[in-house]
């Protein structure tokens, strides 16, 4: 055992088990986890290895002899009609047929759907007729002729913890540290995070390391601890993405086939029942590009849920259970995230617009998780499934103690807008519940949670900012401020190296006098109003103007944008947070070339950002070597970095301020390729869309 092991014995005395054997035994049943440890915990709670092995052995007899393989199904039903009775471990459904007015129990892997079962049963545990669940059932054999069954149930079990201490756990929690405490998750859910920590070479380049990859697994629990919370994951396949939501947990249930209605997922008219969101804490809904939705009322009804936690259907109904949409994407990540045509929720249903996508509160970027192999299975003790299950239950029930967190630490930045706050919010608060369940995180650990949390609500937005036409999912530069005050801009990890903007229809549409007149001034284009120095040499000033520039255009460069108003300019002040990267420092070159070509600047002063530290030290050693450029020239360059600026512009001595929606880096990407035309020559380089304001000011 290694030392978290021995903590796990310590202070969570028989509720830990060691995860190895759980993937032992499942290869010999296609049990869900928290079945086999439920049997675990009654034959293997404990750390002494020969009563490990005979536990083993006592939970694969029980499993053998207890669970019903499907192809077995004729079988078991013998061996009830021979003995009279037998128990099993199976999943059972109870359904009622109208038209022989009563109660049916169906037990999947034992192929019967017509056992009779007494009305106790389904009263108890309602479940029973929205899903069903895993049980222990003593199935008896009817011996009555005249009657139309051959099977009853004698008695049921659910395979669920009776009794859960939330101040034991607590208690016991608080003597891991929070990296230790993360690996404990990771563990308990299956995960193991040593080779995180020791990334295979494989990987390394395609798969974020360390915590990051951590948060990632750890945001597919934050539906199972946050109620009426909307999660979506969309990735490529072999992943694990759906196998949180069949194993983990007895409260959450998983649809699959593609198929959801309004009687089984919200409300039952006919019954007068709600569906599955009033009994289970989860759903998740396995390949979501293919669900069908047959009824649509539906939607519009998810939209209501989604959005409020209720909805009305002949009466209001209020239910807690989260949606978490799971799905593959077979697309290249840079692609889409490049193009103009679609966006990352391109494999969703139609049905899916953008109403359904702004209720999601978090996307996970499924590409950045690796195909599950025998690997990345723990293999070292982790809590009992069920018992970590429970402590999910019951922090999804209880908010109070994480909202006072929020209220005192979270200060949102001025972009972010209504339904961004409540996502941040939730999403904050699910992985406090999941990392500090004792709702106590330093202040560098609340941040860093925070800064998931707004990526994650970012990459929603981003997408719907890019497929509609207007502005009004523009506000995509979602922000918090640090504890020293300071406004800390997040981003997404795939699109932040590709300018955000994207090829408008709108735009579009004016250029070709596609729209109406009353939208003409809102995005005029001055193409035509592009002075040349031959004007300015002939006495013509310069005019005030808007310069718009469409997606793919070409003939912008920075002579053809700029130069007209450098022309007697002795003093420029540039401000930029953008000029980081290697090839932002190469275009602020380029616009320094053309100062000297025109001779008449003496001083350029640049304002400027970094990542962090030691990008300011390399980035500082550029400029430095420009500086020396630039004197060799008579000219003096200075420069300074700033963690405040955000405006992007340019002013000069002789009264012209040139806003910049994008910076100088208003260029298409060359995507690595240095052999292409437009790789020396900018006005033959294919541009961003972006505008500039040419403003006169005293």
């Given amino acids: 055992m290694d030392i978290l092991d021995k903590k796990l014995n310590e202070f969570y005395p028989g509720k830990v088990v060691r995860k190895d054997l759980v993937h032992d035994i499942k290869k010999a049943a296609?049990?869900?986890?928290?079945?086999?440890?439920?049997?675990?915990?009654?034959?293997?709670?404990?750390?002494?290895?020969?009563?490990?092995?005979?536990?083993?052995?006592?939970?694969?007899?029980?499993?053998?002899?207890?669970?019903?393989?499907?192809?077995?199904?004729?079988?078991?039903?013998?061996?009830?009609?021979?003995?009279?009775?037998?128990?099993?471990?199976d999943r059972v459904h109870v359904?009622?047929?109208?038209?022989?007015?009563?109660?049916?129990?169906?037990?999947?892997?034992?192929?019967?759907?017509r056992i009779a079962i007494n009305e106790k049963f389904y009263k108890d545990n309602e479940k029973l007729l929205e899903g069903g669940v895993w049980a222990e059932v003593t199935v008896g054999y009817n011996e009555v002729e005249e009657d139309n069954y051959a099977f009853y149930i004698e008695d049921l079990k659910p395979i669920q913890l009776s009794r859960f201490d939330f101040n034991k756990f607590l208690e016991a929690r608080r003597n891991f540290t929070t990296d230790e405490w993360v690996d404990v998750v990771l563990r308990s859910v299956g995960i193991n995070p040593e080779i995180i920590d020791n990334l295979p070479s494989e990987y390394k380049g395609r798969v974020p390391e360390g915590k990051r990859l951590k948060l990632h697994f750890l945001a597919r629990l934050m539906p199972l601890v946050q109620a009426n919370y909307n999660f979506i994951e969309l990735g490529p396949r072999g992943t694990g993405k759906s196998h949180f939501?069949?194993?983990?947990?007895?409260?959450?249930?998983?649809?699959?086939?593609?198929?959801?209605?309004?009687?089984?997922?919200?409300?039952?008219?006919?019954?007068?029942?709600?569906?599955?969101?009033?009994?289970?804490?989860?759903?998740?809904?396995?390949?979501?590009?293919?669900?069908?939705?047959?009824?649509?009322?539906?939607?519009?009804?998810?939209?209501?849920?989604?959005?409020?936690?209720?909805?009305?259907?002949?009466?209001?109904?209020?239910?807690?259970?989260?949606?978490?949409?799971?799905g593959n994407i077979d697309h290249s990540?840079?692609?889409?995230?490049?193009?103009?045509?679609?966006?990352?929720?391109?494999?969703?249903?139609?049905?899916?617009?953008?109403?359904?996508?702004?209720?999601?509160?978090?996307?996970?970027?499924?590409?950045?998780?690796?195909?599950?192999?025998?690997?990345?299975?723990?293999?070292?003790y982790g809590l009992i499934t069920d018992y970590f299950a429970e402590a999910f239950h019951f922090m999804f029930k209880n908010n109070s103690v994480y909202s006072d967190i929020l209220s005192k630490k979270m200060k949102l930045g001025p972009k972010v807008e209504g339904r961004d706050d409540l996502a941040i919010q939730k999403t904050t608060m699910a992985l406090l519940k999941i990392i500090h369940p004792d709702a106590n995180p330093t202040d560098e650990e609340f941040e860093e949670i925070l800064a998931y949390a707004i990526e994650g609500r970012r990459r929603v937005k981003e997408q719907m900012n890019k497929m509609k036409v207007d502005d009004e999912f523009a506000g995509v530069d979602l922000s918090y401020f640090s504890n020293d005050g300071k406004e800390v801009v997040v981003y997404c990890l795939e699109s932040k190296s590709v300018l955000k903007g994207q090829p408008s229809k709108l735009d579009h549409a004016s250029s070709s006098g596609l729209t109406d007149d009353n939208s003409a001034d809102t995005v005029a284009s001055t193409d035509s109003g592009v002075f040349h120095s031959e004007d300015v040499s002939k006495g013509k000033e310069p005019i005030e103007k808007y310069l718009k520039v469409h997606y793919g255009d070409i003939g912008y460069s920075y002579e053809e944008v700029f130069k007209d108003y450098l022309i007697g300019v002795k003093e420029v002040i540039i401000q930029d947070p953008y000029i980081r990267q290697k090839h932002q420092i190469s275009n602020f070159l380029k616009l320094a070339e053309l100062l000297v070509k025109i001779g008449d600047c003496k001083k350029i002063h640049l304002i400027t950002s970094s990542d962090d530290e030691e990008q300011k030290k390399e980035n500082r050693y550029y400029f430095e070597k420009i500086a020396d450029s630039l004197f060799e020239n008579e000219i003096e360059f200075?420069?300074?970095?700033?963690?405040?600026?955000?405006?992007?512009?340019i002013e000069t001595s002789n009264g012209w301020r040139i806003v910049m929606g994008r910076g100088l880096d208003y260029f298409q990407s060359l995507g690595g390729n240095y052999f292409q035309i437009g790789v020396n020559d900018q006005s033959l380089r294919p541009c961003l869309e972006c505008g500039f304001d040419f403003i006169r000011i005293k």
């Fill in 245 to 326: 939501y069949s194993e983990f947990s007895p409260y959450c249930t998983l649809i699959s086939g593609g198929k959801a209605s309004t009687a089984t997922l919200l409300y039952n008219n006919a019954r007068k029942k709600v569906g599955l969101v009033g009994y289970w804490d989860t759903i998740g809904f396995d390949e979501v590009g293919n669900l069908k939705i047959k009824d649509t009322d539906t939607i519009q009804i998810m939209k209501d849920y989604m959005a409020k936690g209720r909805f009305s259907r002949g009466r209001e109904v209020i239910a807690n259970a989260s949606f978490a949409f799971v």
């Fill in 30 to 89: 296609n049990v869900p986890s928290f079945v086999l440890e439920f049997l675990l915990a009654k034959y293997c709670a404990t750390d002494d290895p020969h009563e490990i092995v005979a536990g083993k052995k006592a939970v694969l007899e029980v499993v053998e002899k207890n669970y019903v393989r499907p192809d077995e199904a004729n079988k078991a039903q013998s061996t009830v009609e021979q003995k009279g009775r037998h128990k099993f471990i």
């Fill in 638 to 649: 200075t420069f300074e970095f700033s963690n405040t600026i955000h405006d992007r512009q």
């Fill in 333 to 380: 990540i840079e692609q889409i995230v490049r193009s103009s045509d679609h966006s990352l929720f391109l494999t969703l249903p139609k049905s899916f617009d953008f109403a359904i996508q702004d209720r999601f509160f978090y996307y996970l970027p499924g590409w950045e998780i690796p195909k599950m192999d025998p690997r990345w299975y723990a293999s070292n």
């Fill in 95 to 113: 359904k009622y047929k109208e038209r022989e007015k009563r109660h049916w129990a169906e037990m999947e892997n034992f192929g019967s759907n």
